[in-house]
């Protein structure tokens, strides 16, 4: 392992049946009000809601609501939310739901007491944040993200066509966060399997970058074993607790920053499918799918080497030619992908081609992994991520 790093995870985590107990010691931590964020109504047709109303009454909370954060939440919103957080005087911002839910509670606790533009500020500038923040604490319903134990927060702004996140520290990471597997049986299988793309997407961001040899690697590898081996089994069996659970689990650990120590780490499938969520607003794993594999066809001659080892220790190829392994180890995943029935090109999320230049326009570029892309590349890239460009 060669980079040097600081480790420091400060979110404390309740997990398992009956986690939601959790909230019981937490709450009394913070001040009478609360700001209660939710998404488009799951949480009340789940009973969550419920669940989660009475555990802040029992704590003498006072509630203030704010619903409808749409998937992929939008600066728009988010202003929205502040007003309604400096109007409750809120102490805490519980966020109830999936990724996006929580993403919106980080990017509002940020902007409450910030007298600047936020999407200039903390999108396009990137800056630290200079105010108090108010603590966000999370109530996970929706799997894949890796929110609930990360600083990310993915905000669109729809008029400029852009989706960018910002990868705040420490103090913007949750409080703590509940984690029961049960939350998130009632989600649609598209749903499901969307968050076991991105799970996955984000060990790959992680391990396919530099060439030392690092532990976090090792992790990664048995992280997306363990990952494949529930995904299979729930999408066959949504209801089997251990392989959600297990699932549930994995994504934390995907994206709470710990494989990423020591590593340079390279985020192009990101900022492709963000680039593609930008101009389409379709679901976020899916926008990963479609542009993986002709991403990961276009780096493998720069990476050989590691993803042979990726072929091996993931998939099961036997060890041979470098090159040959690592087209068979990219085969065996497209392979169950298909089986899961994800996304694999951009038509099937609404994309067109009159949307190619602009996706390109919208596509950051990263500098961390076996290749930096130039701007022709993104584009040979979304033209094969398109269907009929590879029948
Ligand atoms: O809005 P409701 O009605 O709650 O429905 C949601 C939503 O439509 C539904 N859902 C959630 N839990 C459910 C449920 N439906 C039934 N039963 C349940 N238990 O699922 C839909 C999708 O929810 P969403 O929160 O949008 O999904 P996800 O968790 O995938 O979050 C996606 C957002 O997170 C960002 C993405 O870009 C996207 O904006 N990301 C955040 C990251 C981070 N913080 O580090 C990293 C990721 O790479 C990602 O970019
Ligand atoms: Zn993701």
């Not at 709470?256 to 990101?270: F, P, Q, R, Y």
């Amino acid at each position: 392992m060669i980079g040097n790093f600081t480790y420091c995870n400060p979110t404390k985590l309740y997990f398992g049946k009956g986690a939601l107990a959790g909230l019981d010691e937490e709450l009394p931590k913070y001040g009478k009000n609360v700001l209660l964020v939710y998404g488009g109504g799951s949480i009340k047709r789940n009973g969550v809601y419920e669940k989660v109303l009475a555990r802040l009454k029992a704590n003498g909370k006072t509630v203030f609501e704010d619903g409808g954060v749409m998937p992929n939440p939008t600066i728009d919103k988010v202003k929205e939310g502040v007003a309604r957080a400096k109007a409750a005087n809120a102490d805490l911002i519980l966020a109830v739901g999936g990724g996006s839910v929580c993403d919106y509670a980080k990017a509002v606790s940020v902007s409450v007491h910030c007298d600047e533009d936020i999407w200039e500020k903390y999108f396009i500038r990137f800056d630290d944040v200079s105010c108090e923040v108010v603590p966000v604490g999370c109530v996970l319903t929706m799997v894949g993200t890796g929110s609930e134990m990360n600083g990310g927060s993915v905000i669109t702004n729809p008029a400029q066509k852009l989706k960018i996140g910002h990868v705040f520290g420490e103090n913007v990471f949750p409080k703590f966060s509940v984690l029961d597997p049960e939350f998130t049986f009632t989600l649609p299988k598209y749903q499901m399997v969307s968050g076991i793309y991105d799970i996955m997407s984000h060990i790959l961001e992680q391990y396919f970058s530099g060439t030392d040899d690092n532990t976090s690697d090792y992790i990664a590898e048995g992280l997306l074993r363990s990952l494949i081996h529930s995904a299979d089994i729930a999408v066959e069996n949504p209801l089997d607790y251990e392989a959600r659970s297990n699932i549930m689990w994995t994504a934390t650990w995907a994206l709470n920053t710990l494989i990423a120590k020591g590593k340079t780490t390279d985020w192009m499938v990101h900022m492709l499918g963000q680039a593609v969520g930008a101009h389409t607003n379709a679901t976020h794993g899916m926008t990963l799918s479609a542009v993986s594999m002709p991403y990961y066809r276009h780096i493998l001659p720069y990476g050989v080497e590691k993803f042979a080892r990726y072929a091996q220790n993931v998939w099961g190829v036997p060890a041979g030619d470098p090159e040959t392994t690592a087209r068979a180890g990219l085969a065996r995943m497209e392979a169950w992908m298909r089986k899961l029935g994800l996304a694999m090109d951009l038509t099937e999320l609404g994309a067109t081609r009159e949307m190619l230049d602009g996706m390109v326009q919208s596509t950051l570029i990263m500098d961390g992994g076996y290749k930096i892309l130039e701007k022709a590349e993104i584009r040979a890239i979304f033209e094969e991520s398109f269907g009929e460009a590879r029948a």
